[in-house]
């Protein structure tokens, strides 16, 4: 005989989150489900800082010194784990309305706006906010159904309104906005100064190189050295001058960029739609009007918790039908197959917590309990004594 047993099956909150993001670590990783560019900034970091520590560290460390490779370890940890920070976190990511609410905001949005004839455009949705004496609109985010707060923007790759939104970084695989900036500005900062480094080294590597052998050795392939010379500038050198060389002026670029903003308390979004340096030259109010109170803000500010809740707990039954015996009560047991009507009485009156009601038949009935059919029952005398 089957049974239909209902279990309770735990499901995590990011399980049912909407937009366009992976999760991995039950949770705990978040980033955007376009992660091939991110790999690729994971092998050019990776190895051309290993072709550093296995080619010209050891070589600088025993000419020149000891704390070259030690820096250069220092400057590649950080960024690493700056860069994972900023790929594996939540960006400031704004819940989407819940049915209610949507329900609730669209009632407020008919009331104000009232009934637009048909054929006409209906007026935008907005609302206007005060900050700092400045008049600030907030816009009404069709898919996720809020009003959007102030500096947020909805992000078309990852599908999600994100706080305070600076971009979409590709090379990070995740959006850049209030809850990772400052991790994506050390990152970039940080592998500014790894680039110049490796760079610089690596022309002090073949300097001393060629101040060594005394001639200049041209490379022509593999990653021993040229023949006719026992040491040479190798491949690996070559390839980390290159990488080096055509990375600096993009990631340079990008830090003095990025620099730029934090000192004005600007983002990426506001400076390419010009919010702040449009026509109307409207100041920006979230500027303190000092590069260092700018700075400590977005670099220093508290950190807010993230809103999404990913790992929080929802519950939903599912019944699963199982072979086997019907359950019975404690204390019960199933009687034999072959059992007489004797037999079968007395063991309900053994096993059975309660006395058994013998059946009675017709003649053996008292005679207030027995009626004919159709006639109304007659209430006894104890009956009316008792009410009495």
Not at 200 to 206: E, P, S
Not at 232 to 257: A, H
Not at 316 to 325: L, N
Request: proline content about 9%.
């Amino acid at each position: 005989m089957s049974v239909m047993v209902a279990r309770k099956k735990v499901v995590r909150k990011w399980e049912k989150l909407p937009g366009r993001n992976t999760f991995c670590c039950d949770g705990r990783i978040m980033m955007a489900r376009q992660k091939g560019i991110f790999y690729l900034t994971l092998f050019l970091i990776l190895g051309t800082c290993a072709l550093f520590f296995a080619f010209e560290c050891r070589y600088l460390a025993v000419q020149l010194s000891p704390a070259i490779p030690v820096f250069a370890a220092v400057l590649f940890l950080f960024a690493m784990a700056t860069l994972l920070r900023t790929s594996f976190s939540d960006p400031g990511v704004i819940p989407r309305a819940l049915p209610d609410e949507a329900a609730f905001i669209e009632m407020e949005i008919e009331a104000t706006n009232g009934t637009v004839p048909q054929g006409q455009r209906p007026p935008p949705r907005i609302k206007n906010f005060q900050i700092n004496n400045q008049i600030v609109k907030l816009k009404y985010c069709y898919t996720c159904k809020i009003f959007r707060p102030p500096r947020a923007s909805h992000c078309s790759i990852c599908d999600n309104c994100v706080e305070r939104f600076d971009h979409h970084c590709p090379w990070v695989g995740n959006c850049v906005g209030k809850r990772n900036y400052r991790y994506f500005y050390l990152f970039i900062l940080s592998l500014s100064l790894l680039t110049i480094y490796i760079f610089t080294f690596n022309i002090v590597y073949v300097a001393l190189k060629e101040e060594k052998l005394g001639c200049l050795q041209v490379v022509t392939g593999g990653l021993g050295p040229l023949p006719g010379c026992s040491q040479s500038l190798t491949v690996p050198t070559v390839l980390e001058v290159l990488i080096c060389f055509f990375t600096l002026w993009s990631v340079v670029g990008l830090t003095g960029f990025h620099t730029f903003l934090v000192a004005l308390n600007q983002t990426t979004n506001e400076d390419i739609k010009g919010s702040w340096t449009g026509k109307n030259r409207v100041q920006n109010p979230y500027s303190h009007g000092n590069i260092v109170k700018n700075c400590c803000e977005v670099l220093c500010g508290p950190l807010p918790p993230s809103v999404l809740d990913r790992r929080g707990i929802l519950q939903q039954e599912e019944s699963t039908a199982q072979e086997g015996p019907c359950p019975r009560g404690p204390g019960t047991q199933e009687p034999p197959a072959t059992q007489g009507p004797g037999q079968a009485e007395e063991s309900h009156s053994v096993l059975s917590p309660q006395v058994p009601v013998p059946s009675l038949s017709d003649t053996e009935m008292p005679e207030e309990q027995q009626r004919t059919p159709g006639e109304l029952p007659v209430p006894s005398l104890d009956a009316g004594r008792a009410e009495h």
